[in-house]
């Protein structure tokens, strides 16, 4: 038997690890230290109470028997969410077919899984800093990857360049790590940048409800052509405190190679996949209700007040930084290298981050800060920033 | 852009679909008749009590801010389920550590995503008749797969052959669709097989819970020899009647490939799954415990009878079955074309059974029996049909 030698061209992922190493070691020597975490994206408040409530009605219906259900009748999903996600996107303006839209435990499995529709054979485009999933996932099925820069000059929100040649690209928008996000007119010139070479775009859209500027699209088939060149990926984790509870979508639109895609993905699913639970599927209904997306709304502003705290601190203190609006994430300019900056932080003001060159070449000299926090620990932790940045 | 060719080489899954359009039919004609569904292997009855409570408290913690779960700490799972797992393990003699378990959404999406840790350089040994999984997964991803005969012969628990040239072998044991089981003995001549040329066993073990007879084991490691040889896949689904709830697990032993496949899981899994959500592992941590298997044999037990019930009434009437004890389903002999022998049941019995040629070219001539509707329905079954056979 041949193991997959793909494997072995990864590189260990070390960031969170090496983090918490350095963060336990730290607290082993100073337990008295009062630390503020704002290095993982993870959602910290609860889920919203009609989202609760759909769960805890859901959950007694799966111990009666005349409301039990077994296998979902599609592993694409039930109607009643399909619908829900659908009413989603019509609300922002967007328009996208029930049909076209496959429920999923989670954007992340999407995203590591859609690479199973394309040929070995063929080049990826992903930017700099990067989410590492579309990396690695197409390390491990053996394709040539290039990257695209983003950097200070272009803020992080690279454009396309004809000279690249490649196949599939990869866009996340609002962006993680850096909080960049494309304007209409920006992710206009990837569309036609795809649609003019064949290329598919994988468009990450997990962060589309921090959105708050009007010319930020919160979804690539708000642009005119998108519908034949672009798949996109979409996730409960941000919009509604889903990290811990797993459910996300995945939108191929019908133009795409001419349907065939739309069709390989859902016999994908229907082969590797047996649905995402009935259980999620109502609390994600719930999500989208009109009183959930309100509920939601007073969690998503929470959290923007914190990233509105952390932008204006860094803004005051003359710090170029990308995101804090659009986005919870912050990504600043720490002069110098990435992971001593990490130390400086930890030690000097007991606040916790991710180093950017975690992210890739270009992340090094830079250095993410999440909105996660409550805004009392944010505030605090602005304050103690304060002290070291001036 | 170049997609996966594979996908071309896919046989269109028409069985469930084709049952569906016949039943359609044939009802549109006959609106008042009294059509008992024998058909899908889907569990009926609902959760086990404590299976709920389980939910309901896991589904009110993530309402609180105190006791909300984001992004579970391990994407393999959380240590409270996998020591759960372990001791179910221990409950019938097999020792299994619960840093080899690896918990997911389901046995059906571990069982598609296992193939990416192979090379496609290799010849993967399926027996036919067979789930449908084993053969799509390996044919999306290109691997060249050759079939093992389960026969009225053999029983339908075919043993290996030394001439057969194969690297990835799948066993499924109690056998979905045929109900047969690996006695030790027989299963022993597997691991022995596979270890001799250093082959994988990929071993589902989805039905595990309904073995009865002593001489049938639980799990492949219950074999000496398994540890260096086997992977293991089972699920909550038909244990815990999970199918719409959704949770399985993975066990790659420490053994395998020098501890090379366990890592290679691990980091396919941290790479392209997020892990199961918080509340399904509460839950399916109840359904392990004392009381939750206690409430779901009440569950294995009433569809058990069931099983005998139609294995004796095909006894009675001379028919050669296989499964009805070990297992909830019967594959029965019905001599002749199974489509035939569909049309017939559902006219003249109004019952519905699956064509056993929707699982390969072995199927054609049997047809599959589940045992998962009532009691009741179930005697009005074989009622009508002892007439039919008789």
Same mark, same amino acid.
């Given at each position: 038997?041949?193991?997959?030698?793909?494997?072995?061209?990864?590189?260990?992922?070390?960031?969170?690890?090496?983090?918490?190493?350095?963060?336990?070691?730290?607290?082993?020597?100073?337990?008295?230290?009062?630390?503020?975490?704002? #290095?993982?994206?993870?959602?910290?408040?609860?889920?919203?109470?009609?989202?609760?409530?759909?769960?805890?009605?859901?959950?007694?219906?799966?111990?009666?028997?005349?409301?039990?259900?077994?296998?979902?009748?599609?592993?694409? #999903?039930?109607?009643?969410?399909?619908?829900?996600?659908?009413?989603?996107?019509?609300?922002?303006?967007?328009?996208?077919?029930?049909?076209?839209?496959?429920?999923?435990? #989670?954007?992340?499995?999407?995203?590591?899984?859609?690479?199973?529709?394309?040929?070995?054979?063929?080049?990826?485009?992903?930017?700099?800093?990067?989410?590492?999933?579309?990396?690695?996932?197409?390390?491990?099925?053996?394709?040539?990857?290039?990257?695209?820069?983003?950097?200070?000059?272009?803020?992080?929100?690279?454009?396309?360049?004809?000279?690249?040649?490649?196949?599939?690209?990869?866009?996340?928008?609002?962006?993680?790590?850096?909080?960049?996000?494309?304007?209409?007119?920006?992710?206009?010139?990837?569309?036609?940048?795809?649609?003019?070479?064949?290329?598919?775009?994988?468009?990450?859209?997990?962060?589309?409800?921090?959105?708050?500027?009007?010319?930020?699209?919160?979804?690539?088939?708000?642009?005119?052509?998108?519908?034949?060149?672009?798949?996109?990926?979409?996730?409960?984790?941000?919009?509604?405190?889903?990290?811990?509870?797993?459910?996300?979508?995945?939108?191929?639109?019908?133009?795409?190679? #001419?349907?065939?895609?739309?069709?390989?993905?859902?016999?994908?699913?229907?082969?590797?996949?047996?649905?995402?639970?009935?259980?999620?599927?109502?609390?994600?209904?719930?999500?989208?209700?009109?009183?959930?997306?309100?509920?939601?709304?007073?969690?998503?502003?929470?959290?923007?007040?914190?990233?509105?705290?952390?932008?204006?601190?860094?803004?005051?203190?003359?710090?170029?930084?990308?995101?804090?609006?659009?986005?919870?994430?912050?990504?600043?300019?720490?002069?110098?290298?990435?992971?001593?900056?990490?130390?400086?932080?930890?030690?000097?003001?007991?606040?916790?981050?991710?180093?950017?060159?975690?992210?890739?070449?270009?992340?090094?000299?830079?250095?993410?800060?999440?909105?996660?926090?409550?805004?009392?620990?944010?505030?605090?932790?602005?304050?103690?920033?304060?002290?070291?940045?001036?």
């Amino acid at each position: 038997m041949k193991l997959n030698t793909n494997y072995d061209k990864l590189q260990n992922s070390y960031l969170f690890v090496e983090i918490a190493n350095r963060l336990k070691k730290y607290t082993a020597a100073n337990p008295s230290a009062n630390i503020i975490k704002m #290095g993982i994206g993870d959602v910290t408040r609860p889920l919203a109470p009609c989202v609760v409530e759909a769960g805890l009605k859901a959950m007694s219906e799966m111990g009666k028997a005349e409301t039990f259900r077994g296998y979902s009748p599609d592993s694409q #999903g039930y109607e009643f969410l399909r619908n829900a996600i659908s009413a989603y996107y019509a609300s922002f303006g967007v328009k996208v077919g029930a049909g076209e839209i496959h429920v999923s435990d #989670g954007a992340k499995s999407d995203c590591g899984n859609i690479v199973d529709m394309f040929d070995t054979d063929n080049t990826v485009l992903i930017p700099d800093p990067v989410y590492p999933v579309y990396f690695d996932s197409n390390i491990m099925s053996g394709r040539k990857v290039v990257f695209c820069d983003a950097t200070e000059e272009n803020d992080f929100a690279p454009l396309p360049d004809d000279k690249t040649d490649c196949d599939i690209i990869y866009l996340c928008s609002p962006n993680n790590p850096t909080g960049s996000a494309y304007t209409f007119t920006q992710l206009k010139k990837w569309v036609d940048f795809a649609n003019a070479r064949g290329a598919v775009i994988i468009y990450d859209a997990a962060y589309e409800a921090f959105v708050t500027d009007s010319d930020v699209p919160r979804s690539i088939f708000a642009i005119d052509g998108a519908r034949t060149c672009a798949i996109e990926l979409c996730s409960f984790s941000k919009t509604a405190g889903f990290t811990g509870t797993r459910c996300g979508y995945t939108v191929v639109p019908n133009e795409l190679c #001419g349907g065939k895609l739309a069709k390989m993905w859902a016999r994908r699913q229907s082969t590797k996949f047996n649905g995402t639970s009935y259980i999620q599927q109502r609390m994600a209904e719930a999500a989208y209700s009109a009183e959930g997306v309100k509920q939601n709304l007073e969690n998503i502003h929470a959290y923007q007040k914190n990233a509105k705290l952390i932008s204006d601190t860094l803004t005051e203190a003359g710090i170029y930084h990308t995101g804090g609006k659009n986005s919870p994430y912050i990504w600043l300019k720490c002069n110098g290298d990435s992971w001593d900056f990490f130390d400086k932080l930890l030690t000097q003001a007991n606040v916790v981050g991710t180093p950017g060159s975690g992210f890739g070449k270009n992340g090094e000299g830079f250095f993410r800060l999440t909105a996660f926090n409550t805004y009392e620990k944010t505030q605090e932790a602005m304050q103690r920033m304060k002290k070291i940045l001036g």
